[in-house]
């Protein structure tokens, strides 16, 4: 490696995160209606440090929704090409007032600094622009090409971006992608991540009668949609956390031996785990351990629920209406449209005749699992060796990343996580945060990832 360039980034430290908190001032948003200006100017933020970086042919590229900001290097020719992805779109703040700091007053408190997008993933592209940076200043190129995709709507299930990478089949060839939006297993434990769940998210309403009726008067002689809706979502799983709709597992590759037993040597501590999230006790599928349950099986979940009077003090009424947000992880090879079939069809068997039913399709996305074996993926392991001077632990990631399936799909690519998070981010939640110790030697790899990607034999 080249020790001007790992000077260069370890003389800039403070410089970085001061830039950085420029990028998390803007509150791009993109669940938000109101913040699509916001999300533009972050976009627009992006563009301008990435040709500050080094980039050339830099623009933000208009697509249905929020701008894709696309930039390139392509001075090594016979060099492998990579495709470097990630988000400048954040999640919604609620709850406000339990963030110690503002959200978008970045703020450095014992060596993290906490504000939205911190970690997710504002935070974890900003180390790509610096390591792009470093080898730009200290020796005028990159090892490597180098293609930038950076999308507005990663947060909000990524509709455009498929499309998009559809569209520009040409403009996004590449040999490898690499993406920073991933966390590590722990603390002082470097990882790569080789698998991600998918998704497939729906919305159920139910209505019982035309308006909300005096629980006294009306009571006892209709079905109440709060109470069916409960029942509903009761027959959702069994006992043992093992989900009911019908063909739900057809599709669900086993976990083999030999990966349970690799599970089974991760640094993990349960009574830790549940400690750190708070719950009295853990819970999940019969028969996997915790690790298993939360990234290599499927789920399924209630995000939300909302039916009646939810107010101070009491309010006798039956309401006319109930509705549930739910989703399920998909693990290789389910198919989210055909998971999104069998649901629909196992909700209308259940719904009972005494209300009326609707189910909407949200976002969703397909799993995905790299083979280890995968030459990018070796070097990334020994960047982050390098980056961390410690060996990388091999993960998969509970979370999605629905673009990953398309980049293989569409472009043949495979793809190299190599992210840094850690699992106290708290990324969606308040008091996002991203470790500094993390993102500073997270930029040393990613410099020391292009030079080892660019001498893999191709
Ligand atoms: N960075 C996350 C994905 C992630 C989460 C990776 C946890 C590893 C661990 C990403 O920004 C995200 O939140 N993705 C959504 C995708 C969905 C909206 C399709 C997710 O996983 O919920
Ligand atoms: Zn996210």
């Known amino acids: 490696m080249n020790t001007q360039i790992v000077d260069f980034i370890n003389t800039n430290r403070d410089r970085y995160v001061e830039e950085l908190k420029g990028w998390l001032a803007i509150p791009s948003i993109s669940a938000l209606p109101e913040h699509v200006g916001d999300v533009r100017r972050a976009a627009e933020w992006a563009a301008s440090e990435m040709t500050r970086a080094g980039l050339g042919n830099v623009r933000l590229i208009d697509t249905p929704g929020n701008p894709v900001v696309y930039g390139e290097w392509l001075g090594a020719p016979g060099a492998p090409t ?106 002082n434990v470097p990882s790569l991540c080789y698998g991600l769940r998918g998704l497939s ?83 999940g599928e019969t028969g996997y351990s915790t690790m298993e349950r939360a990234s290599a099986r499927p789920t399924f979940e209630v995000n939300g629920l909302l039916s009646g009077f939810t107010g101070e003090g009491a309010k006798t009424v039956l309401p006319a209406v109930a509705m549930a947000k739910v989703s399920m992880r998909l693990v290789p090879n389910q198919d989210p449209e055909k998971i999104g079939d069998l649901f629909e069809a196992y909700v209308k068997k259940i719904t ?54 398309t980049f293989q799909e569409v472009l043949g690519l495979p793809s190299v996580l190599f992210g840094v998070g850690l699992p106290d981010d708290r990324i969606h939640a308040p008091n996002e945060k991203l470790d500094l110790a993390n993102f500073h030697n997270g930029i040393i790899a990613s410099a020391v990832l292009y030079e080892e990607i660019a001498a893999v034999q191709r």
């Open 352 to 405: 009972p005749k005494t209300v009326e039913v609707k189910v909407t399709r949200m976002h969703g996305g397909k799993p995905w699992m790299a083979s280890l074996d995968n030459p990018y993926v070796q070097a990334a392991g020994r960047a982050i060796q390098t980056g961390f001077g410690q060996a990388p632990v091999f993960m998969r990631e509970g979370g999605s990343i629905p673009v990953v399936a």
């Open 82 to 187: 990579i495709l470097y992805y990630g988000h400048y779109d954040v999640q919604p703040v609620d709850p406000l007032d339990l963030w110690q700091s503002p959200p978008f007053e970045a703020t450095v408190r014992e060596g993290e600094i906490y504000a939205r997008g911190a970690s997710d993933d504002k935070g974890q592209v900003f180390m790509h622009f610096k390591a792009i940076e470093a080898h730009m200043k200290q020796t005028g190129r990159l090892p490597v090409n180098f293609k930038v995709i950076l999308e507005g709507e990663e947060e909000v299930g990524s509709r455009n971006l498929d499309p998009f990478i559809r569209a520009h089949k040409d403009l996004l060839q590449a040999d490898v992608v690499v993406i920073s939006d991933t966390g590590m297993f722990d603390r």
């Open 201 to 283: 998210y729906f919305q159920i309403d139910l209505r019982g009668t035309s308006t909300d009726l005096h629980s006294g008067t009306y009571g006892g002689a209709v079905a109440n949609p709060a109470f069916v809706l409960a029942q509903m979502l009761a027959q959702m799983k069994d006992r043992g956390g093992r989900i009911k709709i019908p063909g739900f597992y057809d599709d669900v590759r086993p976990l083999s031996e030999a990966e349970r037993e690799e599970f089974k040597k991760l640094p993990f501590n349960e009574k830790q785990y549940r400690k750190a999230i708070g719950a009295p006790r853990l819970f």
